[in-house]
T-cell receptor, first 115, second 111 residues
Framework: DVKVTQSSRYLVKRTGEKVFLECVQDMDHENMFWYRQDPGLGLRLIYFSYDVKMKEKGDIPEGYSVSREKKERFSLILESASTNQTSMYLC??????????????FGQGTRLTVV | SQQGEEDPQALSIQEGENATMNCSYKTSINNLQWYRQNSGRGLVHLILIRSNEREKHSGRLRVTLDTSKKSSSLLITASRAADTASYFCATDARAGNQFYFGTGTSLTVIP
């Protein structure tokens, strides 16, 4: 059974803290993604990676960075957490298939609250 | 942003009825996907339709794609209470392997 695992379901952090959200997939997928989901705004792409050590900005990268040192792991970093980063964070992975997008597999989500 | 838009935002129907939700997008695509999300959970892939396809079926799901109108619809037939969830469309409007989600339709199926 394919699996994308996010390190925490719920997280509470203080303003100004550096926050690490970890995501691991066991499907040998090339592509990995971080989205945030807010009511009325849907899912917005923060960053994605199509290979080890490669990263591309999505629509809302400000205040975030990412790290992909190994194929199976994609980390989202909040350099200095702020209250407007309180959100549900979703990690996903997908296979590369000759340039075609394939289905994405999602983790269970991390609900982050910044106080 | 390439984000699509689902319509309606919310839909409430009786069990056994059909549910139809629509997705509109802005630019040319290679394919379009539909996902389902149960409350507080990650998304689950339902169906993918390529730009050269007009209709696709999977069990009780029927997806249509009209590239001239830049729109897609998802029909769930004979709905069940367990179909209660949010439904999202996703498009790969840009070059590369990323894709962009709409704002979702919240479906409630009343037993």
């Amino acid at each position: 059974d394919v699996k994308v695992t996010q390190s925490s379901r719920y997280l509470v952090k203080r303003t100004g803290e550096k926050v690490f959200l970890e995501c691991v997939q066991d499907m040998d997928h090339e592509n990995m993604f971080w989205y945030r989901q807010d009511p009325g705004l849907g899912l917005r792409l923060i960053y994605f990676s199509y290979d080890v050590k490669m990263k591309e900005k999505g629509d809302i990268p400000e205040g975030y960075s990412v790290s992909r040192e190994k194929k199976e792991r994609f980390s989202l970093i909040l350099e200095s957490a702020s209250t407007n980063q309180t959100s549900m964070y979703l990690c996903a992975s997908s296979l590369s298939s000759g340039g075609w997008v394939t289905e994405a597999f999602f983790g269970q989500g991390t609900r982050l609250t910044v106080v | 942003s390439q984000q699509g838009e689902e319509d309606p935002q919310a839909l409430s129907i009786q069990e056994g009825e059909n549910a139809t939700m629509n997705c509109s997008y802005k630019t040319s695509i290679n394919n379009l996907q539909w996902y389902r999300q149960n409350s507080g959970r990650g998304l689950v892939h339902l169906i993918l339709i390529r730009s050269n396809e007009r209709e696709k079926h999977s069990g009780r799901l029927r997806v249509t794609l009209d590239t001239s109108k830049k729109s897609s619809s998802l029909l769930i037939t004979a709905s069940r209470a367990a179909d209660t969830a949010s439904y999202f469309c996703a498009t790969d409007a840009r070059a590369g392997n990323q894709f962009y989600f709409g704002t979702g339709t919240s479906l409630t199926v009343i037993p």
